[in-house]
C-alpha cells in the first residue's frame, strides 16, 4: 500500500485519509487493470486450444488443406 500511497502523493503534501483514499482507489484500478489483462490471455488461448482441435478433426475426418 506504500507503494501506491508514495504515487498519488510523492511529495506527502495530502492529509493521510486523502491519501490512503486515493491510494485505495489507484491499488483497485491497479488490479482490475491486472485481471482484465489476465482474461483477455486467457480468452485468446482457448481460441487458439479451439482452432487447433477444429484443424485435428478435420484432418481426421480426411479434410484439410490439400
Known amino acids: 500500500m ?7 502523493d510523492p511529495d ?6 486523502e491519501r490512503a483514499r486515493r ?3 489507484k491499488r483497485r484500478a491497479y488490479f482490475q ?7 483477455k ?6 481460441v487458439v486450444a479451439q482452432g487447433a ?6 484432418a481426421a475426418l480426411g479434410g484439410g488443406a490439400a
Do not use: W, Y
Request: glycine letters at 2%; charged letters at 40%; a neutral charge.
Open 41 to 46: 490471455a486467457r480468452r485468446a488461448r482457448e
Open 33 to 39: 487493470r491486472l485481471a482484465l489483462k489476465s482474461a
Open 12 to 17: 506527502g503534501v495530502l492529509p493521510p485519509d
Open 2 to 8: 506504500a507503494k501506491f500511497e508514495r504515487e498519488v
Open 53 to 58: 482441435a477444429a484443424e485435428a478433426e478435420l
Open 23 to 25: 491510494a485505495e482507489h
